[in-house]
């Protein structure tokens, strides 16, 4: 029997054929990144499911008790169950007369402002279940229970911020991945009461800085500490977009940047500068940030080259893979087939099939709005949407753009 | 990241996958390995301080990616071990791994040698690739396994002695098997 040489087995190791992987360079990225990006489990896994249960035990044993005295209470005499109706009628009515109060004051708006998410008819409609529901109407009004009326009174998640909390500013903060910047209005005057974990955002890129506005409000600074320094390209980017979308709502064409001292700021890659851009008309469409496992949606703003149409804009909506945890705000099955502009009204024809959910109607209409008014229109109709039910809002009435986007309210 | 991500995928990808695929011998995984080498080489990029070559630094760190599945699957072995008595099947479950579709249409002999690798250690394994299927030098190996050049030059000889014994048993077998037909 012959027996193989070395030379015969080095040529049969060279021939080996080469194997390929089969996997695209983009799918290869995708499932790197996310294990990259994913943290470290600081608690042991028992810890909060454990915590929970011990809290959802006290609190059974504290209502529990007084959730049978006051049945107690209820069935001990007619006398005092007839009381009770009158101290909740009293309630309700006055509550009823406030939500009425409240009304006028939006039908003194323009028109647009009445297509507005119909906030004041759900009010009312509220009222007037609370005003046949007895007990539940006892509950105070606070502000806070206003804020969380607004958002979530038709069930969905409305990422449009109403006029009920203007006076919370928006406060920029980069994805976990560092790819988008993601504008929020938090409805807490305590920044760290933000859920940062559970909506996926990484920590905010621009809490070291001051921003000096003049009094006009239309020139403004921001002053980066003396020893100022950031390392690599793309948390250098969360830098410069968290600022230019913390100062979007400033009428001003450019961002001065500087140092304590006045000196130019070191901007990794981009070298030492001394202003950034403000954000223009037609910079951005945008799609949903969603962090892995997590139910939270957010409006996140994705930047578009060679200043695309609005039609086009529309179309780039539907687009998916710019960027990690991003996807498409505009089903695949929406085509536009027509779009027309008017005095910063512009008119959007709309050609669909069935829809998922009215919640994927509402995601995708309030999507639209924050587009329109970042391609400066004031307002957006909507033709041939054709649906049974959507409350949230009139589609047969123009619809005003926001001026804030992803209300976070805080409990 | 993405930058980095793309650099490294272009110039050293398919060279990783071929290496890797070659060492576990199964797509899916040599697949799910790749991936843990990019994301030790993303977390570690900053300890890379260039004494290396890239090239060096990263099969360095897929010759470890690899040495460590085969330390748990040997773990997770001895366990089962403990539970069920395999001295009898356990032969028999060996090699019987699916050939990938670029050997299965090889002729038998390429077959042999692909088979026969398993005869060979890790780290003879490891020297074999390097050397013969990725045409690495006898310095690049040694750098890549932090070796001297003479470990190489003996791992490289013992593990062709093992290829050879193994191919050398086949055509016994085969010998006595065209005999017994006759």
Known sequence: MKKHKDEDVENLLNKLPSIEDRQSKEAVFQKVSSRVNKKKRKTPPWLLPGMATIAAVVLLAVFIPVYFNNNNEMFTGEESTDQMHTTSDTYSSSEFEETEEAIPS??????????????????????????????????????????????????????????????????????????????????????????STSYGLAERATSDLKYEISEQGDTVTVI??????????????????????????????????????????????????TEIPAIKNGEYVFKLYQYEGSDEQL??????????????????????????????????????????????????????????????????????????????????????????EFSPYNLDEPIAVPEKINPMIIN | MRTFFDELYENYHQDLFQFLIYMVKDRSLAEDLVQDVYVRVMKSYDSFNGESTEKTWLFSIARHVAIDHFRKQKRKRNRIMEFFDWTEKGEELQDKKKLPEEIAVQNDQMQHVYRALDECTVDQRSVLIFRYIQGLSIRETADILSWSESKVKTTQHRGMKALKTKLDKIDEGRGEHEEAQR
């Not at chain 1, 998640?157 to 560092?178: K, R």
Request: no cysteine.
């Open chain 1, 106 to 195: 939006a039908e003194d708006e323009s028109e647009v402002e009445e297509a507005r998410p119909e906030e004041n008819d759900n009010e009312r409609e509220d009222a007037s279940i609370a005003e046949d529901d007895g007990k539940e109407s006892e509950v105070p009004k606070t502000e806070e229970n206003n804020v969380q009326t607004v958002e979530d009174t038709n069930g969905f998640n409305s990422l449009i911020a109403g006029p009920n909390i203007e006076q919370y500013e928006t406060v920029t903060y980069p994805g976990m991945n560092g790819e988008v910047v993601l504008p929020l209005v938090p409805v807490t005057e305590n920044l760290e009461q933000v859920p």
């Open chain 1, 224 to 273: 980066f500490p003396e020893d100022f320094s950031v390392s690599g390209s793309s948390w250098t980017q969360a830098i410069i977009e968290s600022i230019r979308w913390d100062l979007a709502h400033l009428e001003t064409d450019t961002i001065m940047i500087q140092t304590e001292s006045g000196a130019p700021v070191p901007l990794g890659n981009y070298g030492e500068m």
């Open chain 1, 299 to 388: 409006l996140a703003p994705v930047a578009v080259e060679a200043s695309p149409s609005f039609l086009e804009a529309l179309h780039l909506m539907k687009e998916s893979g710019q960027a990690l945890y991003v996807k498409p705000a505009i089903p695949s099955h929406v085509q536009f087939t027509e779009v027309s502009t008017e005095e910063g009204l512009v008119t959007i024809n709309v050609d669909h099939q069935a829809w998922a959910s009215e919640q994927q109607l509402l995601t995708m209409v309030e999507a639209i709005l924050a587009t329109a008014e970042q391609f400066g229109f004031h307002a957006v109709q909507f033709e041939g949407i054709n649906v049974r």
